[in-house]
């Protein structure tokens, strides 16, 4: 029951934010409600997906070929959502409409200087690579200290990226709402750091 269980939790949590945003009354409890029901339903399908592959012994060889391929058209679905985000961006700043001024950025709109706090948040997020690759190494290689250091070392970069995503937004000269620019960059931006918030917890 698991899968439909959490596509709905995950609808009544779109729901219920989408209702907050727009400040509709019973909004904030929908989001919250959906958010609570979602953990429950990832903690028992983990659960069951433990229990069956450890004690049952049903991760027959079929099995795990399908888990591994639904792996890799998830990650492909995530490729390919990101893309149309970039496409979108791309194609608005290669051929400005006439609504924003003719021009990319939009006239009139401020944006925010890749040098500063973005190019640090690069050069964490690719430390943050290398961190969780010499994890992998130290595990696959039975070095337990090592693989322990290096994953709090991830956590620690991932907690950083996300606080200095958190000081760009407070202190950006324009929001979700000025046009396409502000909808691509939060979009784009809010997504990518929901990932790394994701990748932090689990």
């Known amino acids: 029951p698991w899968p439909i269980f959490?596509?709905?939790?995950?609808?009544?949590?779109?729901?219920?934010?989408?209702?907050?945003?727009?400040?509709?009354?019973?909004?904030?409890?929908?989001?919250?409600?959906g958010l609570f029901l979602l953990l429950v339903g990832m903690f028992c399908w983990w659960r069951d997906i433990i229990r069956e592959a450890t004690f049952e012994g049903k991760h027959t060889k079929a099995v795990?070929?399908?888990i591994y391929i639904g792996m890799i058209l998830f990650i492909i679905s995530e490729a390919m959502f990101f893309l149309a985000f970039f496409w979108a961006f791309f194609s608005s700043a290669i051929n400005p409409v006439p609504q924003i001024g003719g021009v990319w950025p939009p006239a009139g709109l401020n944006p925010i200087k890749p040098e500063g706090l973005p190019l640090l948040n690069t050069f964490i997020l690719l430390s943050?690579?290398?961190?969780?690759?010499?994890?992998?190494?130290a595990i696959v290689g039975g070095l337990r200290k090592r693989s322990l250091l290096s994953l709090l070392s991830t956590i620690c970069l991932g907690i950083l990226f996300t606080g200095f995503q958190y000081v760009e937004y407070l202190h950006a000269p324009f929001s979700i709402s000025d046009g396409i620019y502000g909808s691509i960059f939060y979009m784009l931006t809010g997504?990518?750091?929901?990932h790394v918030i994701i990748g932090t917890i689990f």
């Open 128 to 137: 943050s690579g290398a961190t969780v690759t010499c994890c992998h190494h």
């Open 64 to 66: 795990q070929r399908g």
């Open 191 to 194: 997504f990518h750091g929901f």
């Open 6 to 33: 959490v596509s709905f939790s995950a609808l009544f949590t779109v729901i219920g934010f989408v209702s907050y945003c727009h400040t509709i009354k019973g909004g904030l409890s929908l989001l919250f409600l």
